[in-house]
């Protein structure tokens, strides 16, 4: 028994290392990334050889960890919400295959959008595939989830997802750990279950397998630990608080609620603990992170009675991140008063750190474009999303990952030219390299400014896994040598670099300049050690 | 008790240090903690925010609700403006006045320490031109968290072990450095404790 100060993320990597995990695999992602950043520093995970690399990206690391899975150890895929999109094929068929070792996926969702481009709740991911979804409340249940989760995933041959928030991921609280499990001996290979050949006869099979344990599930769920009816003195409202909602909730009556709470934090929702909060509460209020999952099941397309209140019926905002007062204000508790913000007060958005590579590259190709008034240049996800903002204004678009390329090629396609794609290293290899095949196999008219900075910067600076072959790769693509220009932005490089790209930018074809100069904060980590 | 406080700053200024040197000497003390804090996109040079809460029972929300934060903490004195909402009436404001004006509008700074310097509990100090003093700017930080080392409910040796702790590596020299700077910074700050 040690008690320590760690974030949701790190609490929930201690706790799938001390539940015998073997690999974890994941591609960084905001609140995410400091999952696999613990294992990767962990001593324990180093001398057990625990997997600990990043992925290419995150449809890969779902298939590395149920490679893994099949192999009868115990796995674990981490990833922002949005790279629950990408991972999704995997995601969905996993649960039609079933795993063998434990299998936990980790979606770390982000409402309020700090550092994304939308507020998906990843528990409607869990319900499409049909497993179940644990949804810590705290840092300590997110250390304890991992052991349960994997039990969980080994008893029911199926993958389980825990849905994190910002707020857990990236809140510090005392964690008690406990004793670390052995981990998992490798599957036989005489044991190879046929399950995982997903030919229309054996996954009609699987399907109807997965159906029939839907009843085990909730039978799960009724029974969990992490699932409570907390009794109240009153039961003019019931309240029905999922993940760190339970939190808010706590904190609104200062820890005495005189209302039964229902804590959700395992999904599908429990039905039993529902029938005896709904059979004696006349009014229902859902307080949950995020969408509104739970009261939109439980209200219907019609909610006759008007009964179940929320995020839908207004008395939650519909939009963005819950706090306490929220909650109170729900509950027309007494809350303080607010004063207006200063107007000596102004917005201080995120910029591009002094030095930085992409500030050159971003000269240079506005420099490159001042007088081809028909451009239109389409940005990824990244640090030099933020190119979007003055003083650059310099792109039109960021929708996900890799984008770039395919709507650079979509737009030519219509007729927009010059298009040009603007994309970062890594964010190349984890999703824009397919978009160069269409556009080789087309020789479309775009240009791709490749910013290479070596790593994934925005994250904090993760490894990019090209190997510094980025050129290389492209070629290898099918994109004519001479084609491939690399380019390095200093301001003493200037004029060369807005000559280079112009010349690019009027080939009629498929092109790629690469502008490649190391990110100033990994660069200056270095200088630090 | 409870000590509920708001750090806030510019991104790279390093809140989330003060932060977890008070965290990790709030463990020592046998204190719960919660301490909330901003990574990603909103790291790059703009306005960071941080909660930190301290309580001997238990803590629910990861979050402090605006209008009952303890103190507010900042080391950036348009910032400190910025969070001013999450104050209750009494709490104390803990602001740098050395300004990063890394905006074309920042507005008149003697406005704004004006404006700070109104709340009835301030202090305002140039803990960038104390640190130097120390020994050096970079020690910024600890002249912030010696400042505010009067008003929690966590001994100040406590504190003083962990920053011993962060920065040994870095030799004795920057041991003694941070030490000085904690030690302006509490003088500063218990003159209204």
């Given at each position: 028994m040690l008690q320590k100060l760690l974030l949701g993320d790190e609490a929930l990597a201690q706790g799938a290392l001390d539940a015998g995990l073997s690999g974890c695999y994941a591609y960084p992602g905001?609140?995410?990334?400091e999952i696999l950043e613990y294992i990767q520093t962990s001593s324990e995970a180093e001398e057990r050889k625990v997997h600990r690399e990043w992925s290419s990206n995150e449809k890969v690391a779902m298939e590395e960890a149920l490679g893994m899975s099949f192999a009868g150890k115990r796995a674990m895929v981490c990833m922002k919400h949005v790279g629950m999109n990408v991972a999704a094929d995997g995601f969905v068929n996993s649960a039609v295959t079933g795993t063998v070792g434990g299998l936990l996926v980790v979606a770390a969702d982000d409402p309020s959008m700090h550092s994304s481009q939308n507020e998906q709740d990843s528990r409607f991911y869990s319900q499409f595939a049909m497993i179940p979804c644990l949804e810590p409340a705290s840092q300590q249940e997110a250390y304890d989830m991992a052991a349960y989760a994997f039990r969980l995933s080994e008893s029911l041959e199926e993958p389980i997802l825990m849905r994190l928030t910002t707020r857990l991921s990236h809140s510090r609280a005392n964690v008690t750990t406990g004793k670390a499990q052995p981990e998992n001996g490798l599957n036989p290979p005489n044991a190879k279950p046929g399950r995982f050949v997903l030919l229309p006869g054996i996954a009609k099979r699987n399907y109807e397998k997965l159906c029939a344990k839907q009843q085990t599930m909730v039978d799960s769920s009724d029974a969990s630990p992490f699932n409570r009816l907390e009794e109240g003195t009153e039961n003019r409202y019931g309240i029905i608080a999922s993940g760190i909602g339970y939190n808010y909730v706590q904190e609104a009556f200062g820890g005495k609620c005189p209302y039964p709470i229902l804590k959700i934090s395992q999904y599908p929702l429990p039905t039993r603990l529902l029938s005896r909060l709904l059979e004696r509460c006349d009014q229902i209020m859902v307080v949950e992170e995020g969408m509104p999952f739970i009261e939109q099941q439980l209200r219907g397309?019609?909610?006759?009675?008007?009964n179940i209140h929320g995020r839908l019926s207004g008395d939650?905002?519909?939009t963005g991140e819950l706090t306490p007062r929220h909650v109170a204000e729900a509950f027309k508790l007494p809350v303080p008063n607010t004063t207006p913000l200063s107007p000596l007060v102004k917005v201080r958005p995120p910029r591009l750190c002094d030095g930085c590579p992409h500030v050159d590259s971003y000269k240079a190709l506005n420099a490159a474009i001042a007088d081809r008034p028909g451009a239109n240049v389409f940005g990824d996800i990244g640090?030099?999303?933020?190119?979007?903002?003055?003083?650059?204004?310099?792109?039109?678009s960021c929708v996900d990952m890799g984008a770039s390329i395919s709507m650079a090629k979509g737009a030519a396609d219509a007729g927009i030219a010059p298009a040009i794609a603007v994309i970062g290293d890594s964010t190349f290899t984890h999703s824009g390299m397919t978009g160069i095949l269409d556009a080789v196999w087309e020789n479309s008219p775009i240009t791709v400014l490749i910013v290479d900075n070596g790593t994934t910067g925005m994250t904090g600076g993760q490894a990019s896994i090209n190997n510094g072959r980025l050129e290389d790769i492209c070629k290898g693509l099918g994109v004519a040598p001479e084609h491939v220009r690399i380019i390095t932005p200093l301001p003493k490089n200037h004029e060369e670099n807005v000559k280079v790209l112009l010349e690019e930018i009027d080939y009629q074809g498929l092109s790629i300049v690469i502008s490649r100069r190391e990110c100033i904060q990994t660069l200056r980590r270095k200088a630090r050690k | 008790m409870k000590n509920d406080i708001v750090l806030a700053g510019v991104g790279g200024q390093g809140i989330l240090t003060i932060a977890a040197i008070i965290g990790q000497a709030a463990l020592k003390a046998g204190l719960n903690v919660k301490q909330s804090e901003v990574h990603g996109m909103a790291q790059r040079g703009g306005a960071v925010l941080a909660h930190l809460r301290l309580s001997d029972a238990p803590i629910h929300s990861d979050l402090i609700s605006q209008g009952t934060a303890d103190i507010v903490l900042a080391v950036e004195p348009m910032e400190a403006l910025r969070q001013a909402d999450a104050l209750a009436p009494q709490g104390v404001v803990l602001a740098?006045?050395?300004?990063?004006?890394?905006?074309?509008?920042?507005?008149d700074l003697e406005t704004i320490l004006a404006a700070l310097r109104a709340y009835p509990r301030h202090v305002v100090i140039d803990a960038d031109g104390m640190a130097q003093e120390a020994g050096?700017?970079?020690?910024m930080n600890m002249v912030m968290l010696g400042a505010i080392s009067p008003f929690i409910d966590v001994p100040a040796n406590y504190m003083t072990d962990v920053i011993e702790a962060t920065f040994a590596r870095k030799g004795a020299e920057m041991v003694a450095v941070n030490f000085k700077a904690f030690e302006v910074g509490r003088a500063a700050g218990l003159a209204i404790a």
């Amino acid at each position: 028994m040690l008690q320590k100060l760690l974030l949701g993320d790190e609490a929930l990597a201690q706790g799938a290392l001390d539940a015998g995990l073997s690999g974890c695999y994941a591609y960084p992602g905001t609140p995410s990334t400091e999952i696999l950043e613990y294992i990767q520093t962990s001593s324990e995970a180093e001398e057990r050889k625990v997997h600990r690399e990043w992925s290419s990206n995150e449809k890969v690391a779902m298939e590395e960890a149920l490679g893994m899975s099949f192999a009868g150890k115990r796995a674990m895929v981490c990833m922002k919400h949005v790279g629950m999109n990408v991972a999704a094929d995997g995601f969905v068929n996993s649960a039609v295959t079933g795993t063998v070792g434990g299998l936990l996926v980790v979606a770390a969702d982000d409402p309020s959008m700090h550092s994304s481009q939308n507020e998906q709740d990843s528990r409607f991911y869990s319900q499409f595939a049909m497993i179940p979804c644990l949804e810590p409340a705290s840092q300590q249940e997110a250390y304890d989830m991992a052991a349960y989760a994997f039990r969980l995933s080994e008893s029911l041959e199926e993958p389980i997802l825990m849905r994190l928030t910002t707020r857990l991921s990236h809140s510090r609280a005392n964690v008690t750990t406990g004793k670390a499990q052995p981990e998992n001996g490798l599957n036989p290979p005489n044991a190879k279950p046929g399950r995982f050949v997903l030919l229309p006869g054996i996954a009609k099979r699987n399907y109807e397998k997965l159906c029939a344990k839907q009843q085990t599930m909730v039978d799960s769920s009724d029974a969990s630990p992490f699932n409570r009816l907390e009794e109240g003195t009153e039961n003019r409202y019931g309240i029905i608080a999922s993940g760190i909602g339970y939190n808010y909730v706590q904190e609104a009556f200062g820890g005495k609620c005189p209302y039964p709470i229902l804590k959700i934090s395992q999904y599908p929702l429990p039905t039993r603990l529902l029938s005896r909060l709904l059979e004696r509460c006349d009014q229902i209020m859902v307080v949950e992170e995020g969408m509104p999952f739970i009261e939109q099941q439980l209200r219907g397309p019609l909610n006759p009675t008007g009964n179940i209140h929320g995020r839908l019926s207004g008395d939650l905002p519909r939009t963005g991140e819950l706090t306490p007062r929220h909650v109170a204000e729900a509950f027309k508790l007494p809350v303080p008063n607010t004063t207006p913000l200063s107007p000596l007060v102004k917005v201080r958005p995120p910029r591009l750190c002094d030095g930085c590579p992409h500030v050159d590259s971003y000269k240079a190709l506005n420099a490159a474009i001042a007088d081809r008034p028909g451009a239109n240049v389409f940005g990824d996800i990244g640090c030099y999303t933020l190119g979007a903002l003055p003083p650059f204004s310099a792109i039109s678009s960021c929708v996900d990952m890799g984008a770039s390329i395919s709507m650079a090629k979509g737009a030519a396609d219509a007729g927009i030219a010059p298009a040009i794609a603007v994309i970062g290293d890594s964010t190349f290899t984890h999703s824009g390299m397919t978009g160069i095949l269409d556009a080789v196999w087309e020789n479309s008219p775009i240009t791709v400014l490749i910013v290479d900075n070596g790593t994934t910067g925005m994250t904090g600076g993760q490894a990019s896994i090209n190997n510094g072959r980025l050129e290389d790769i492209c070629k290898g693509l099918g994109v004519a040598p001479e084609h491939v220009r690399i380019i390095t932005p200093l301001p003493k490089n200037h004029e060369e670099n807005v000559k280079v790209l112009l010349e690019e930018i009027d080939y009629q074809g498929l092109s790629i300049v690469i502008s490649r100069r190391e990110c100033i904060q990994t660069l200056r980590r270095k200088a630090r050690k | 008790m409870k000590n509920d406080i708001v750090l806030a700053g510019v991104g790279g200024q390093g809140i989330l240090t003060i932060a977890a040197i008070i965290g990790q000497a709030a463990l020592k003390a046998g204190l719960n903690v919660k301490q909330s804090e901003v990574h990603g996109m909103a790291q790059r040079g703009g306005a960071v925010l941080a909660h930190l809460r301290l309580s001997d029972a238990p803590i629910h929300s990861d979050l402090i609700s605006q209008g009952t934060a303890d103190i507010v903490l900042a080391v950036e004195p348009m910032e400190a403006l910025r969070q001013a909402d999450a104050l209750a009436p009494q709490g104390v404001v803990l602001a740098n006045s050395r300004p990063v004006q890394n905006i074309g509008d920042y507005p008149d700074l003697e406005t704004i320490l004006a404006a700070l310097r109104a709340y009835p509990r301030h202090v305002v100090i140039d803990a960038d031109g104390m640190a130097q003093e120390a020994g050096s700017s970079r020690a910024m930080n600890m002249v912030m968290l010696g400042a505010i080392s009067p008003f929690i409910d966590v001994p100040a040796n406590y504190m003083t072990d962990v920053i011993e702790a962060t920065f040994a590596r870095k030799g004795a020299e920057m041991v003694a450095v941070n030490f000085k700077a904690f030690e302006v910074g509490r003088a500063a700050g218990l003159a209204i404790a």
